[in-house]
DNA sequence: ATGTTACCGTAACGCCTGTTACGAATGGAG
DNA sequence: CTCCATTCGTAACAGGCGTTACGGTAACAT
């Protein structure tokens, strides 16, 4: 295994140590060696790949991007049609399970740290504009006989939906249950003509 | 102004001055200091007036939910009919201008803050508790014949719509104008039947 | 006028933070 | 085996944090 294997790896278990503090504990325990002690090293191992906390930060929000959107391709491709792809995509959008629930706490972890934080929010606003892109474009692939305005608002509700849903699933996954937000999604794409 | 009026009135101030803070700064520098600060005053009468920091942000949050709750009921009380109420509220519910869309950061703050914190959960909870049933009331009145269940699916699409709208529309107002907001809520409402 | 009480600013405390410097260990090269 | 470069743990630093103790000041009662 070369070096530079090593280093990646490394910053990759970094990372998810990042959001595993995240997750667990909040933005406000999101400490240096509070990263350290979840990947199971010192501060000085962090230090040493990291320039600084920042730098941390952003490697693990760019990573979680990357994650998520190659899930998100499997999903596109592995779906028979057109509109099982876009239902497919939402859901997972959503907070249907454990794991992806602890994604929506990450998520709004860093869309908090984002509000005073330059690099955080452009890197959160350019994954957002992908997102409603591909979004837009799997609406258009369920309707092909819309307007692009029609697919742009009914995308916009879509894309709202699910991230709403993910946030008030994460904080209280008791009260909203995975069967209720399947069933939901599919009221409203039914209600929009998509299922 | 008796003693008890001007207590109330500071611890007031204290809570819109973590709002400033929380809406600006972030939850990262959301310190005592700041919040002393931006309400004009030292740390000591900020710890003259809490116990610690964590009541100052309870209260805060307590009071964010009174003001909200109070302008929701104006609105609702002053629309034409059960419908026009049902879209004031929603609409009011995501960042349709600067004033709503800094609460909606304010709110991601207290969401992100609240993993860690049992108390703040409980409150996000509850306060999520009742909106939802609010919502579900306006719907069961702008919907009278529908069944509990169809009405309970709806309020939920409703409400995670608005509240996911808050949230993209808070981290880029630029990219998600009040006029896209609101064409996107007339466009689910008419998808339901509920315009 | 004087004593008393409540109020709040000042300054300090200990703790925890991000960051840095240094030394030990490890592992390949000659 | 020896040397050297790289890697990473240890320990310390300054700074900022929540919290506390103390002193001054203003308002009210007598």
């Avoid at 933005?27 to 979840?38: I, K, S």
């Avoid at 320039?51 to 952003?58: D, G, I, K, S, V």
């Avoid at 760019?62 to 859901?91: D, G, I, N």
Wanted: glycine share 4%; proline share 4%; charged share 25%.
């Amino acid at each position: 295994m070369s070096r530079t294997a090593d280093r990646s790896a490394q910053g990759e278990t970094l990372s998810r140590a990042v959001w595993s503090v995240l997750a667990e504990q909040g933005l406000e325990r999101l400490t240096v060696r509070a990263v350290a002690a979840a990947a199971g090293c010192t501060t000085g191992l962090v230090m040493h790949r990291f320039p600084n906390r920042r730098a941390l930060l952003l490697h693990a929000r760019h990573l979680l991007h990357q994650v998520t959107r190659e899930r998100v391709e499997a999903l596109e491709s592995a779906a028979a049609t057109p509109r099982a792809a876009l239902r497919a995509v939402l859901q997972q959008s959503m907070a249907p399970d454990e794991a992806t629930r602890q994604e929506a706490v990450v998520w709004t972890g860093f869309l908090a740290a984002a509000v005073a934080d330059e690099e955080l929010i452009t890197e959160h606003r350019r994954n957002n504009r992908l997102w409603r892109e591909r979004v837009e474009r799997l609406t258009a692939a369920a309707a092909p006989d819309w307007a692009p305005d029609r697919v742009a608002t009914t995308a916009l509700a879509l894309i709202a939906m699910t991230e709403g849903m993910g946030a008030y699933a994460a904080a209280d996954p008791a009260a909203f249950p995975a069967a209720d937000q399947e069933r939901m999604l599919d009221a409203t794409l039914t209600a929009y003509g998509l299922l």
